[in-house]
């Protein structure tokens, strides 16, 4: 198989619509890494078969449900569910500042900050991937509740998270650049992942809203016309949790809740970017089926509606939460002879899993060594 100029395009475009939308019956094959697409720039590439794109036929089964408002399975009831308490344990926590005991109240924020980062990545990624309800409408409120549960904007997730499947946490290319925006390696070294706490408190400060806009804009589905209600919908709330302190007599100038409640939303949203972090350190960006960490303990996997099975996510982002475990068994076996990372631990206590890869370590695979030595000769001439 060569690839020419023309063929890099169609590929591009296929991962875009592909992998982005994460379609049924996705194609291995034609979802190249970075490291080929910088090899296929250079002119045209003739890769050798292996057993990734072998695994082209590999098909994911979808739930199927006669239900009239759930659009995958009434089992996503459940997620939804945890969607609202998370939103109710948020008004739970204002009602109840005035008049808890502050060690109460510390030890009930930190509860939030972990309920932030299981939401975003349960509840909210899978509402990304396989939307909850047949419902458009419905959808669009339901966006809204995780918006302000969450303090931030459910469909700018979307458009950010999209792009992070487009790059699977891919390397910087030759312009120092990579087309995952929350990638480790975008702001690492030499090739190398970032530091992990670099990561995790400053990636917060990292959104580029331009850029997310502009992918939101360029959709032309009402999806920019949404995210902004649901930053105005989180805002106004915040806004009037600041103003108005809920005793009584009722009081205004809420400042103390505000100045209680900020460092532990943004500990929450630190908290999901080490998961993010641990779910893609020590994997192969180069291989598709190894694009992600997996870490498979029963009750994270509950909590977090089975994205802790993240190379298996990565490989087919359609999968739906329900069928995580059966479509794992029918590609371990692959899975095996592709070397796919696993960790025992929740991936947010990921360094402390005794094999974990050191900075600076980087293993080349024979697939790198060609790559490079190609790049190397396309260059010289």
């Known amino acids: 198989m060569k690839i020419s100029k023309s063929g890099f395009d169609a590929v591009q475009q296929e991962q875009g619509s592909r992998i982005a939308r994460g379609g049924v019956g996705s194609r291995p094959s034609l979802l190249l890494p970075p490291c080929q697409i910088a090899v296929i720039r250079q002119g045209t590439w003739s890769p050798k078969p292996n057993r990734t794109m072998a695994a082209d036929a590999i098909r994911i089964e979808r739930p199927t449900t006669n239900s009239k408002l759930f659009a995958n399975t009434r089992w996503d009831a459940v997620p939804a569910a945890a969607g609202l308490f998370h939103l109710t344990y948020l008004f739970g926590l204002y009602f109840l500042f005035p008049h808890a005991p502050l060690w109460v109240m510390l030890i009930l924020g930190f509860v939030y900050s972990l309920m932030v980062n299981a939401n975003i990545n349960g509840v909210g990624h899978n509402f990304i991937h396989n939307p909850f309800f047949r419902s458009q409408l419905l959808n669009r409120l339901f966006g809204i509740t995780q918006s302000i549960a969450c303090c931030f904007s459910q469909t700018m997730y979307d458009a950010v998270h999209m792009q992070h499947h487009k790059g699977n946490s891919d390397r910087q290319d030759e312009k120092g650049d990579t087309i995952d925006w929350l990638s480790i390696y975008r702001h690492g070294h030499d090739g190398e992942a970032e530091n992990p706490w670099s ?183």
């Open 199 to 381: 990561y995790v408190f400053l990636s917060f400060f990292r959104d580029d809203v331009g850029a997310i806009r502009k992918d939101l804009r360029k959709r032309n589905n009402g999806d920019e016309f949404w995210g902004n209600i649901e930053l105005a919908a989180f805002a106004t709330t915040l806004l009037v949790m600041a103003i108005i302190v809920p005793s009584n007599p009722i009081h205004s100038i809420n400042w103390r809740f505000i100045l209680y409640f900020l460092p532990f939303w943004y500990l929450g949203h630190c908290f999901s970017y080490l998961n993010g972090y641990y779910r893609h350190y020590g994997a192969n960006p180069e291989k598709p089926i190894a694009w992600g960490v997996s870490s498979y303990g029963r009750i994270y996997n509950w909590l977090f509606f089975y994205n802790g099975y993240h190379a298996e996510h990565h490989f087919r982002p359609k999968v739906h939460w329900t069928k995580m475990e059966k479509f794992r068994r029918s590609i371990e076996d692959l899975q095996k002879q592709e070397g796919v990372r696993t960790i025992k631990r929740a991936h947010m206590l990921g360094f402390l899993d005794p094999d974990l890869p050191k900075r600076g370590g980087r293993g080349s695979t024979r697939e790198d060594a060609r790559v490079a030595a190609f790049v190397s000769n396309a260059r010289s001439k």
